[in-house]
């Protein structure tokens, strides 16, 4: 059942005539359709944004911008970006994002702390990863080491490989050559939880 404004407004944390006018943007965009005076009747809308013969963005009804398709990820926990904390693995919602940045098996995590704030990763954003086992040196990962999760950029060489945090205050984390370490995931993207439409 989709949610009232005033019921998007409370799970935000904002006022109702503030979420009325996020949605009322969202639905001149395209994003959303909804039926005026029915409380529940918001509609994603999905439309492909580039049509396939020319490369252009498609040209939708009422002159409309494309609008890309969406698809949900699951959000499953949160995630530390300082010391590692232990990964909550139940699915706390869904996130909408482009199809063509989903490829593959794709999860959300919201993030804790400040270890990664340089590569604009803040306390609260959500971390866009896809599931992957492997990864290359330089890329940001989510791993779980030693029964803990962490996002850090990962750094191999031929003697050691250390979880780098991108914040000076922090040192990186060390893998001694018996550690228990598996990367989850490759972060794609970082969306702002504050952040509104």
């Not at 009804?61 to 232990?86: D, F, T, Y």
């Not at 994002?97 to 098996?105: F, K, N, V």
């Not at 922090?170 to 939880?193: S, T």
């Amino acid at each position: 059942m989709p949610p009232t404004v005033q019921e998007i407004a409370e799970a935000l944390g904002m006022k109702t005539p503030s979420a009325h006018e996020q949605v009322k943007k969202m639905e001149q965009k395209g994003f959303l359709q909804r039926t005026p005076r029915k409380p529940r009747s918001i509609k994603i809308v999905e439309r492909p944004a580039v049509d396939d013969a020319s490369g252009k963005l498609a040209s939708p009804r009422k002159g409309k911008p494309g609008v890309p398709k969406l698809k949900p990820i699951p959000i499953i926990g949160e995630v530390a970006a300082g010391v590692p904390i232990l990964a909550v693995e139940n699915q706390v919602g869904e996130l909408l994002i482009e199809s063509s940045l989903a490829s593959g098996p794709c999860f959300a995590l919201k993030v804790r702390g400040d270890s990664m704030i340089d590569a604009e990763i803040n306390d609260g954003d959500i971390v866009i990863v896809r599931q992957q086992a492997l990864a290359e040196n330089g890329d940001i990962v989510v791993a779980m080491l030693e029964g803990e999760a962490t996002v850090k950029r990962l750094h191999i060489s031929e003697s050691v490989i250390q979880l780098r945090p991108e914040n000076r205050s922090y040192k990186p984390i060390e893998v001694p050559p018996d550690g228990n370490i598996r990367i989850l995931g490759k972060v794609l993207a970082v969306r702002g939880w504050e952040a509104g439409p």
